[in-house]
């Protein structure tokens, strides 16, 4: 079947570096996503990656490995703004319309201490 | 920019009663969507559509109907309230573009509670 495993939550200290990691499972694969998500409000995209290696965009970066099914998003010099839910999405593939073949996570709840 | 959104944003009803979540996108995209999220599992997919008078239904569409007469709205309506459709609804667009790695935009949410 198809699935994705993320931790469900994780601490981490202001200014250091966080990994949240993600394991997914899909019938054929067409890009992973991660999107963050503060409480009470909509997820918001953070980064696509369909080819192996590291995408970075500021303090994130995201991580793909196709052949190993895994992910993973890391936060540099984190700040408390980061506190919120981080969700992993894989994107399968089908022959005809395969817009909705987006698998989420659970999301990971990253909690920034002082 | 308007982008995407969602009315009503908070909503009580009763069990059995007809509710209707609406949606509407400025950007003219070609897809819509309707999630719901709960505590402790992922987005999931009630219906979505391709396009004006194109819909389909996600993974978890029983007791949910949709419409998409307009490119712009996509509205969701739960034709009789349960307590279990009790959620945190999101409705989305994008538009598909394969080589892209297309983005899902999301509306604000509408938090719905069946009593």
């Known amino acids: 079947g198809q699935n994705i495993d993320q931790p469900t939550e994780m601490t981490a200290t202001e200014g250091a570096i966080v990994q949240i990691n993600c394991t997914y499972q899909?019938?054929?694969?067409?890009?992973l996503f991660w999107y963050q998500q503060h409480a009470g409000e909509a997820p918001t995209f953070l980064s696509y990656?369909?080819l192996d290696g590291l995408e970075e965009k500021g303090r994130f970066s995201s991580f793909l490995s196709r052949s190993k099914g895994y992910s993973y998003l890391l936060l540099k010099e984190l700040q408390m703004k980061d506190s919120a839910s981080y969700l992993c999405?894989?994107?399968?593939?089908?022959?005809?319309?395969?817009?909705?073949?987006?698998?989420w996570g659970a999301g990971t709840k990253l909690i920034i201490k002082p | 920019d308007a982008g995407i959104t969602q009315s009503p944003r908070y909503k009580i009803t009763e069990t059995g009663r007809q509710v209707t979540l609406m949606c509407h996108q400025t950007?003219?995209?070609?897809?819509m969507f309707w999630y719901r999220q709960d505590l402790g599992h992922g987005l999931r997919l009630i219906y979505y559509?391709?396009?004006?008078?194109?819909?389909d239904k996600g993974e978890v569409p029983d007791g949910y109907v949709v419409s998409r007469s307009k490119t712009e709205n996509f509205p969701l309506t739960l034709e009789s309230a349960t307590r279990s459709q009790t959620s945190v609804y999101f409705c989305?667009?994008?538009?598909?573009?394969?080589?892209?790695?297309?983005?899902?935009?999301f509306g604000e949410g509408s938090w719905l509670t069946v009593v």
């Open positions: 899909t019938s054929g694969f067409n890009g």
């Open positions: 990656n369909v």
């Open positions: 559509s391709a396009a004006a008078d194109i819909t």
């Open positions: 950007w003219s995209h070609s897809y």
């Open positions: 999405a894989a994107r399968g593939a089908s022959e005809g319309d395969s817009n909705y073949q987006l698998i």
């Open positions: 989305a667009s994008s538009e598909w573009a394969v080589s892209s790695g297309n983005t899902i935009y």
